[in-house]
């Protein structure tokens, strides 16, 4: 894993975003009507947060100029792009369905096969439902090999080898699996890494 000095004075609204999801209450994830909706809602943005912080994220901008992203599910579609047009809509002000300097189209499978994961090119993947053993391990296979970060809403994905997810503690925070930090050679901003819980 690669740590390069990050400056907070250059990225004022990636801090504003930190600082805010580090203090979301834990009542306001028990006070949805539904728990699991609520959580993948909350994963959402610290997923854009995430993908923010990758510094190499230039490198997974698609010819179109388009950053790439992919909802992932297994039986679950219209659950799935019900997130997926919220992940598009994401965004301050004049900023939606962008992070940083590119716009991003959202994509929704269930359809884990290496060309069809290949075909999408994902600058990010997220996933929004449990999945069987070995999809969540083809999942983090091609994370690691393609060098993109794979998210997951679910507890327990981060134990089981994806890179990043969400603790719900004291304060809700990003969740960042450090071995697959490391093999998957994606180099995050410090100050990404300062504010998130960190399972080794």
Known sequence: MSLRRFSWRRAPLAWALLAGLAVTPVWSVRAADDADDRRARIGL?????ALAADIDLSAKVNPDGRLRLLIVH???PDRAQAFATE???TGQGGRAGQIRDWPYTVAVSNDL????LAAHRPA????VQDLPAAALATLVAYGIREH???YSAIEGHVEKGVLGGL????????YINLATL???????????????????
């Open 45 to 49: 943005r610290l997923f854009r947060t």
């Open 148 to 150: 993109v970060i794979v």
């Open 167 to 174: 603790d719900v503690g004291v304060r809700v925070l990003p």
């Open 124 to 127: 990010g993947i997220y996933i």
């Open 87 to 89: 992940l598009a809509q």
């Open 113 to 116: 096969a290496p060309a069809a």
């Open 182 to 200: 490391r093999a998957s050679e994606v180099h995050l901003k410090e100050l990404f890494l300062k504010v998130a819980k960190q399972h080794e």
């Open 74 to 76: 297994a039986d679950q």
